[in-house]
């Protein structure tokens, strides 16, 4: 059992490491951003229990990491996924640009788990974290865990003062999640296969750039946002 247990979590560390070391082909992220499309739909499909209306309206760009993996054992443990990112323009939500997901993390966690992580970035400071190439979240941007739900609290004002927002969502159950030291780099390689060599996540998020094949994101945002 021991043995079976320490050739599982070896296995799943490989995959963290393995998703941002694979170059993916225009299909692969496509998938990818529909993915995202996907759960962010599913979170906002029940109202009682998904991001306010009050915080999403608010929100300058919103990032969402479909079925990252997470695995530990001995109090240390690892994460990584793939993830997209859209943000407002004049003309509306952005196409995506691509991110991953990694970092280390410390604690009592134990065994491999799957987790769908939101970002919202709530003002300018926000979204320039998300122009760098390379950022940690709570390190160069304020985190804090997001209110659920259509009655969000009173702290909600207080949490609004982050420039970032996360949640997760693990096992069917959506909450807000302070999630700190994760770090976020922009994937060329899915950049790449969608736009083409050499264009930034800016010229992306900025709107001076776009893709058809990847509107199904930016037009779920557009559904439940104003």
Known sequence: ?????????????????????????????????????????????????????????KAVCIAVFPGVIKAGVLGLG???????????????????AFFDLKGGSLGPQIGVQ????????????????LLKSKFEVGGDASVAAGPVGRQAGASTDLRLNAEILSYSRSKGLFAGLELKGAVITLDESDMEAIYGKGVTGEAVLKGSKSSTAVATYPTTLKRYSK
Request: glycine share 8%; aromatic share 10%; charged share 20%.
């Open 114 to 129: 799957s987790t769908d992580f939101v970002f919202l970035f709530m003002n300018e400071k926000g979204m320039s974290s």
């Open 78 to 96: 690892g994460r990584g996924g793939r993830g997209v990112a859209s943000c407002r323009t004049k003309t509306g939500w952005s196409s995506p």
């Open 1 to 57: 059992m021991k043995l079976r247990f320490t050739v599982n979590f070896a296995w799943a560390l490989c995959l963290i490491l393995a998703t941002n070391a694979v170059a993916f082909d225009k299909a692969d992220a496509v998938k990818q951003s529909n993915k995202a499309a996907t759960v962010f739909k599913e979170i906002m499909g029940a109202p009682d229990k998904a991001v306010p209306d009050s915080v999403l309206n």
